[in-house]
């Protein structure tokens, strides 16, 4: 927790004291479907984020999840049947599966070309990796 904490200060990222560890399974699933409607997407990771990372709250609870989706714009009603149906099970599946072939042991993991970053990087070093292939490309 001290490196990430100190990680999120140089992003300008607020971290709370977070003591426990929920399962996020449920909110992978919704976030993929928040993604399908827009700006929802950004705006419901933005709010999971908040609440697991700054206020320590167990994103794995439905009514939580009801509330963030609201907190975010999208429709309760729709997003409760997403929740019910799993409709995104297999899509999360999917990206695990991706993710285990890749060797992916955190993240953020960014892939360009034949490089990797893993975690958090700075637009310093995110615009040196693009710089290489734009480059090479001209």
């Known amino acids: 927790m001290a490196n990430l904490k100190v990680t999120a200060a140089k992003f300008g990222l607020a971290l709370g004291n977070r003591k426990m560890t929920y399962n996020s399974r449920l909110a992978q ?3 993929l479907w928040a993604e399908t409607k827009g700006r929802g997407g950004h705006e419901f990771h933005m709010e999971a984020f908040k609440a697991y990372f700054v206020q320590g709250v167990n994103i794995a609870r439905k009514d939580v999840l009801l509330n963030l989706m609201e ?3 999208l429709d309760r009603k729709e997003g409760k049947k997403v929740i019910e149906t799993r409709e995104f099970s297999d899509a999360v599946d999917s990206d695990w599966e991706l993710s285990r072939a ?3 042991t955190a993240v953020p993991t960014f892939f360009l070309g034949l ?3 893993v975690g ?8 040196r990796l693009i710089d290489k292939y734009t480059d090479k490309a001209s």
């Open 102 to 104: 890749k060797g992916v």
């Open 120 to 127: 958090a990087q700075s637009y310093e070093i995110l615009k």
């Open 71 to 73: 907190r975010s714009g």
């Open 29 to 31: 699933e919704v976030g």
């Open 115 to 117: 490089d990797r970053l």
